[in-house]
């Protein structure tokens, strides 16, 4: 079993920055990857990034160049820098882990941008 239990999300007007973290307990080795998914009302969640136990990343085309996703191993904790937020960001971000092909969710961090 893995653990997930986000914070850092809140209110910040458009333009401003936030930092998303995601920390992971439980069985946490051989998890595969651990990625940052968002969920506006009325739309589907929707990949936002993503980070591979190697460290390799990917990013949805509407965050790349603003978000950065990161990862203190030491402290089985993942990140999302979030810079030049957007109204169109506000959502409910999930954090998200592929434990040998187990898919574990966070209970969601709430992020509103206001323009």
């Known amino acids: 079993q893995v653990q997930l239990v986000e914070s850092g999300g809140g209110l910040v007007q458009a333009g401003g920055s936030l930092r998303l973290s995601c920390a992971a307990s439980?069985?946490?080795?051989?998890?595969?990857?651990m990625a940052w998914y968002r969920q506006a009302p009325g739309e589907q969640r929707e990949l936002v990034a993503r980070i591979t136990h190697g460290g390799s990343t990917n990013y949805a085309d509407s965050v790349k160049g603003r978000f950065a996703i990161s990862r203190d191993s030491a402290k089985n904790t993942v990140y999302l820098q979030m810079n030049s937020l957007k109204p169109e960001d506000t959502a409910v971000y999930y954090c998200?882990?592929?434990?040998?092909?187990?898919?574990?969710w966070g209970q969601g961090t709430q992020v509103t941008v206001s323009s």
């Open positions: 998200n882990a592929d434990h040998l092909g187990r898919i574990y």
């Open positions: 439980g069985i946490i080795f051989s998890i595969n990857s």
